[in-house]
């Protein structure tokens, strides 16, 4: 019964997020959804790449949490159009849903942008099964996490484009191996890019940038 | 109609909940929740923990992750009664589930312990709704993670006990202010004892490792 319900859900899912795909092509959007673990660095990550990327790339942002504005406010420094998502008035929802982003995304000009980013809630898990209208999915991994998450959490690996191993300015300080993250992360998925970079001192920013420059067009 | 399957999955699973706190009770055997986002540190601290308590308070863990034995692998190596559970072969779960920790905890034998750890699936969102029969929860914030996440998942302080602040040796290196982090937990949940510790250089492990003993009564 659970798994019929779960299904069901899934699938209401999907079919709003081929919507969310054709409401975004149609309005010449590109979507990228990122996603990690609490606190490896998304927003921070967005703050540096949002700086170096816009005004040429015309960017939104659509944040996704539990509670609080904090990133919102953060990311809307920046000069990016944003719009906070907050799952507590759906129970504490531990993903973003593809009904969410529809709702969201009404509240952006959309005409004004050339990409719009979701930054999902911070959750390994629950977000890498849920579509949400996205053409490109985005996984961060810090350093501080550890390099055998890809073989505990794969699936997200699996579902992720590419890939960001972020912080590796706290490596001298770790006994964490960043060869082994990315090999770890290949291992699970084979051939996806992986960018290690440090969103505190933008070391590794510039094949990111061309990574995601190359997605727009731009 | 997903909310009302959602409500029966919870309430089955605090019915199996309840069954399996009456059969440690039964056993004399005190249980501890141990939960947190993926990489905060959960494993090695268990590893140092165990070093400290271990002959004295006999004790087994339950780990859970979504693939690999490399958690029971650690643990089994401080001597501990280590069970490993997998939810891939649940889809993978995002949580363990009472159901789950009643059938590990018969691979366990329940009189050579007077404690027993689960550590719960690297996630700071689902487990906090899954009791699982313990008798006491705690919480595991890595510095690394930043000091604004109890605000962000409030409902994983909520229903913690006691809460650790893991990675201090790293502090020097981040922009991450530990009283803050402190402060904020506080907030979300008045009066819940916080640690602040290292499992790395074992710093601030004592108060910890008393909060532990007298839970256990030893």
Redesign the interface.
């Known amino acids: 019964?659970?798994?019929k319900?779960q299904k069901?859900?899934l699938e209401a899912n999907e079919s709003q997020a081929e919507k969310n795909r054709k409401y975004f092509k149609d309005n010449n959007v590109f979507v990228l959804n990122m996603m990690s673990?609490?606190?490896s660095g998304k927003t921070e990550t967005l703050c540096k790449t949002l700086k170096m990327i816009m005004p040429k790339i015309r960017t939104g942002v659509i944040v996704g949490?539990?509670?609080?504005r904090?990133d919102a406010d953060r990311l809307e420094a920046t000069g990016a159009q944003v719009v906070q998502i907050n799952t507590d008035q759906f129970?504490?929802d531990?993903h973003l849903s593809a009904n969410m982003i529809d709702k969201a995304a009404r509240e952006l000009d959309l005409d004004g942008l050339d990409l719009l980013i979701v930054e999902n809630?911070?959750?390994?898990?629950?977000p890498a099964e849920f579509d949400i209208g996205e053409n490109e999915r985005a996984v961060v991994l810090?350093v501080?996490?550890?390099e055998?998450?890809p073989?505990?959490?794969?699936?997200m690996f699996q579902v992720a484009d590419v890939a960001i191993l972020n912080?590796i300015?706290?490596l001298p300080?770790?006994?964490c191996n960043a060869q082994d993250a990315v090999d770890n992360m290949k291992k699970v998925h084979p051939g996806m890019p992986v960018f290690p970079l440090s969103a505190?001192t933008e070391e590794g920013f510039i094949p990111w940038i061309k990574w995601l420059s190359a997605c727009v067009g731009k």
């Open positions: 019964m659970e798994i319900i069901k859900v673990s609490p606190g949490d539990i509670c609080t904090n129970g504490g531990c809630i911070g959750n390994l898990v629950c810090s501080t996490e550890g055998d998450k073989l505990k959490y794969p699936l912080k300015d706290l300080y770790l006994d505190k």
